[in-house]
């Protein structure tokens, strides 16, 4: 099965790629946490995705699909994965269209009132890259016992500006995946648990 999440930021999609991993048996491919991996490893690529991505502006889609068609060389593709944070512009949506036939679009719906408070709240771990909201997270820890920082990016005039990003340039993918005949759509405004459940129900 191959997968494409699509949804705002702190629509949940990384939170939900985690549960499909488990329920399905396929990794999650973020291009986000490609371009933060190779941050820390301190790459030439890194280093100038940094300066983009820490004001919320696209890395360029060149040096994005090239990473992303290297991890999907991996072996553990073999049976399928899920894509969380690609595509995000019509331009990549037509690249990875000749590259490979999907299966699936989920497009994660969650009200933007509902977005800003989480990405306002949210955490992240340094040491794994999870995610945690404040308020249903009290703890200054990851589960995994590393420490929790708020990223760069969702500080609020950052978010704002993701935002922006995303209705002029991502949300257009809805239709472009309708017109497949490929997209469902799982509501994602109640917890984490309900809104996996709706997506497997939408997989079966
Ligand atoms: P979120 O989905 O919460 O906005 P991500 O971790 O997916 O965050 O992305 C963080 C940043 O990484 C984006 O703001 C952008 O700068 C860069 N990025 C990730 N994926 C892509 C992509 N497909 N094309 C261009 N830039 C990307
Ligand atoms: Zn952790």
Redesign the pocket.
């Known amino acids: 099965m191959k997968l494409v999440l699509i ?4 629509s949940g ?2 939170t939900l790629a985690g549960k499909l991993v488990k329920a399905l048996n396929i990794p999650a491919i ?7 991996e190779s941050i820390k490893a301190g790459t030439e690529i890194g280093l100038e ?1 940094k300066k ?2 820490d ?7 060149e040096i ?1 699909f090239e990473m ?1 068609k290297e991890r999907l060389k991996k072996d553990d593709t073999k049976n399928g994965y899920i894509l ?6 019509i331009d ?1 949506a037509q690249l990875l269209d000749d590259y490979v036939k999907l299966d699936l679009c989920l497009y994660l719906n969650v009200d933007k009132d509902k977005i800003v408070q989480r ?1 306002t709240g949210r955490r992240t771990c340094k040491n794994c890259g999870a995610s945690y909201n404040t308020e249903l997270h009290s703890n200054d820890k990851c589960d995994c016992g590393g420490e929790l920082f708020i990223r760069e ?2 500080k609020p005039e950052v978010v704002a500006h ?1 935002f922006d ?2 209705s002029n340039q991502t949300a257009p993918l809805i239709d472009f995946y309708k017109n497949k005949g490929i997209l469902k759509v799982v509501m994602g405004q109640e917890n984490p648990e309900d809104t996996f459940k709706k997506a497997m129900e939408l997989l079966k």
């Open positions: 949804g705002a930021p702190g999609k990384g973020s291009t986000g946490d490609l371009l933060r995705a983009l991505m004001k919320g502006i696209l890395v360029s889609t994005i992303l969380d944070g690609f595509p995000r512009t990549q990405l990016d969702d993701r990003v995303y």
